[in-house]
């Protein structure tokens, strides 16, 4: 996937990776790749800055523990988050229906 194609869709695809579950830093990494099919291979240099973005917005929290000897942060999705997320998925909904009209051939534009 061409990392273009993220720019703008982080944090909604983080907030998703998050809803309803709280996960340190590596375990969102993991599931992002896991849930896109390896696709999503995203550097920790771009996954904890914008966590950290995530924070400061209100939008996630994040809590310090130990697991095994290891101290982790771990972050979940705020109600504000939870709200952001909500409004990200009604425009990306909105979006694909647009681009699928153009680009999947059965639109107007297909017609001309």
């Known amino acids: 996937m061409k990392p ?3 720019r703008g869709h ?7 990776t998050l809803d309803g579950k709280q996960l340190h830093g590596y375990a969102i990494i993991e599931a992002l790749q896991q849930g896109s099919g390896g696709a ?9 800055p914008a966590l950290r ?17 290891r101290k982790r942060r771990t972050y979940k999705l705020t109600q504000a988050g939870q709200r952001a997320l909500n409004a990200e998925r009604d425009a ?21």
């Open 4 to 6: 273009d194609a993220l």
């Open 40 to 48: 999503l291979d995203l550097p920790t240099g771009t996954v904890y």
């Open 92 to 112: 990306w909904r909105e979006f694909t229906t647009v681009i699928d009209g153009v680009l999947g051939g059965g639109g107007k534009w297909a017609q001309t």
């Open 10 to 16: 982080l944090d909604a695809l983080l907030l998703a």
């Open 53 to 69: 973005r995530l924070e400061r917005a209100g939008h996630v929290s994040s809590d310090w523990s130990t697991v095994g000897g």
